[in-house]
């Protein structure tokens, strides 16, 4: 079971170094992993829970829906994040965490984390250090959607989910899985899909990235980094310096 507590370990070491101990602690985290398919929600907005939920596989989006139907995505998340740690301490959900590949997921007690936060201080900042991180790349994204050309948001946020990816080892020879529709960037981006193709169509003829089916190809990762504007500071860890 340690084995797959290895990625959600490898995430908050970004942000500070991990006793013996605590390790151990989120080893012997109960693994109950349950199976859900996609485009499936895993919580709902006014839902209030006993337990946040972690990500084993796959990937999730948070997103919120508007009354004419319209989805906007606020982030994406991958295998190692807690995707409603908030739930902690704010009870009632403010939006969706909703499935967009097969994913598997277990949950952690909401005691079961006080108790972590209690008894192990350090590992509890560590959450908290998360936690203002989700925070921060919401912050990045309205100033995404809110002022940067198609090209730059559309730019930014592949630089994002690489860097992201990168720092708990999920980037391969400069490749890595995306497995996400030009639908779903649009819905994070706030573009149609019909300029959204043409974007990653643009993000190709000028050698930054190529979208292969279900694989992301990092052509020029400096250049992309300047397309979008990229500063990795929010994310409070170093990323894909070895891709530079």
């Known amino acids: 079971m340690a084995a797959m507590i290895e990625l ?16 151990r602690v989120l080893e012997d985290l109960p693994i109950n992993a349950r199976p859900v398919e996609a485009d499936q929600d895993l919580a709902r907005e006014g839902q209030a829970s006993s337990h946040c939920i972690l990500l084993l596989s796959g990937m999730v989006c948070r997103y919120r829906l508007l009354q004419n139907g319209q989805r906007q995505i606020m982030s994406f998340h991958f295998p190692g994040d807690i ?14 965490i909703g499935t967009l590949t097969p994913v598997e997921v277990t949950p952690i007690a909401h005691a ?3 108790d972590w936060t209690e008894r192990h201080p350090r590992l509890g900042r560590l959450l908290w250090r998360d936690t203002l991180v989700d925070a921060a790349m ?3 994204w309205v100033v995404n959607v809110g002022r940067r050309s198609a090209l ?4 930014h946020l592949l630089c994002e989910i690489i860097t992201r990816l990168s720092s708990v080892g999920l980037t391969h020879d400069h490749t890595c899985d995306l497995p996400i529709t030009s639908a779903e960037i649009a819905d994070a ?16 003829t000028k050698n930054l990235v190529e979208l292969r089916g279900k ?10 980094q300047q397309a979008g504007g990229f500063d990795p500071a929010y994310l409070q860890y170093g990323g894909v310096s070895a891709l530079a």
């Open 152 to 155: 730059a948001r559309t730019a």
């Open 83 to 96: 995707l409603d740690l908030t739930s902690l301490l704010l009870g009632k959900m403010d939006h969706n």
């Open 112 to 114: 079961t984390l006080l």
């Open 189 to 204: 981006t706030s573009l149609s899909m019909v300029h959204v193709n043409r974007v990653l169509q643009d993000l190709r």
């Open 8 to 23: 959600l370990i490898r995430k908050l070491e970004q942000f500070g170094t991990l006793s013996s101990e605590e390790r």
């Open 215 to 224: 694989t992301l190809l990092m052509l020029d990762w400096a250049g992309l």
């Open 138 to 140: 919401f912050r990045e």
